[in-house]
């Protein structure tokens, strides 16, 4: 893990750390792509970095459908390791392993970062090719996650704003998710929790980022509403037209 962290610091500012850790990682370990997450009681609350194509889509996707090996990884404290998401993933994760499938990923892999019984975040790796991650590229996947929880610490302690800024961006993706959240539970009468999945259900049968879905509700873009059948999960959403100066209604 020294040698990984003396390369990050040789790389640049600590702001840009998890970018080149998440890159470092994935030469190293031969996967296709890697991600770098925060974790909370829901799973996914924040992609901190990714590699470009499978890796940034995949780390969305866990987030948006709050479902996945991540969820899996933070919750059980345990690294989580499917050699074959077509079999063993289609039966616990459904919805990602479609998802993936269609990204033309056929193996993950996650290892939780943790500090004693605090989880921090999650480190993803993706591959094309089945089989399971052994011998040193399993060793360096381990050393790469040992490297990213003192990353995370760091990032999380410092109180500069060069150290603190992508952290900060990442909170406030965070918050308006919750907030929209908070929105869509008072439309649908129905709890945060419940309201959460919602959101994720229309930003996956839309295919758009749950951000951009959170964003539009609290800019009031978007409304839920009840469909009829009187649960969360058959809400429907309508788009308010503009209302008196053109502000939606």
């Known amino acids: 893990m020294a040698g990984i962290l003396a390369a990050l610091v040789a790389a640049g500012p600590s702001a840009s750390w998890p970018d080149h850790l998440v890159e470092a990682c994935r030469r ?7 991600g770098l997450a925060l974790v909370d009681h829901t799973g996914v609350s924040g992609v901190v970095a990714a590699t470009p194509g499978v890796g940034r889509e995949l780390e969305d996707l866990q987030f948006s459908l709050g479902e996945g090996p991540c969820t899996e990884a933070s919750r059980s404290g345990r690294p989580v390791m499917c050699p074959d998401l077509a079999d063993d993933g289609g039966t616990r994760w459904p919805a990602f392993a479609r998802g993936a499938g269609r990204a033309g990923v056929s193996a993950a892999f996650t290892f ?7 989880a921090l975040g999650v ?3 993706y591959r094309t090719e089945t089989g399971p991650l052994r011998g040193p590229y399993l060793t360096e ?3 790469h996650a040992d490297a990213a929880v003192a990353v995370l610490l760091h990032l999380q302690g410092r109180d500069d704003e060069a150290g603190a800024t992508g952290l900060a961006d990442l909170a406030d993706r965070r918050a308006v998710v919750h907030q929209a959240a908070g929105m869509v539970a008072v439309q649908l009468d129905v709890d945060v929790a419940d309201a959460l999945r919602a959101l994720r259900a229309h930003a996956w049968a839309h295919d758009r980022a749950i951000g951009d879905v959170a964003g539009d509700v609290v ?9 009829g059948n009187g649960t969360a999960g058959g809400a429907g ?3 308010p037209g503009p209302g008196p100066g053109g502000e939606p209604a």
């Not at 190293?28 to 890697?34: E, Y």
């Not at 800019?219 to 509403?225: C, D, I, K, Q």
């Open 141 to 143: 996947a381990v050393a």
């Open 123 to 125: 480190l993803d790796l």
């Open 237 to 239: 959403v309508r788009h």
């Open 112 to 118: 939780p970062l943790q500090v004693g019984a605090i």
């Open 219 to 227: 800019a009031r873009r978007l409304r839920f509403h009840d469909s």
């Open 28 to 34: 190293a370990t031969g996967v296709t792509g890697v």
